[in-house]
């Protein structure tokens, strides 16, 4: 039979999960836990309702020049993608935007 960890032997590191040291664990939590700030981002997730009061979507975070959108569940996140488009142009109208907006959909059930 095969060792499948299951009375806590040790795993070799090429069967490991993502993270090959310990290091490179903590390196990686510190990175999840780093927010970006953008003051476009901070005043659009402060105005978001009143701008689009109609969309079952959210600002969820500002990562690396991209606007995540988080969408309750897989059919919001359906029906949200033709409407990108538009939430794009509307945010460029704004004032402070930059000059390139990339939007990205997720799923987020909280």
Known sequence: MEDRNLYGRAVEPDKRGRHKTFGSAVGAAFSDMIVEKNEFFDSLVDNWRRLFPDQPARPGRYEDGKIF????????????????????????E???APKKIE????????
Do not use: D, Q
């Not at 309750?72 to 029906?79: C, V």
């Not at 939007?103 to 909280?110: G, P």
């Open 94 to 96: 704004l004032p402070g």
């Open 103 to 110: 939007l990205r959909l997720e799923a987020h059930a909280s």
């Open 69 to 92: 959108i988080y969408v309750k569940n897989a059919p919001t996140l359906f029906l949200m993608r033709p409407r990108l488009p538009t939430i794009k142009r509307r945010l460029a």
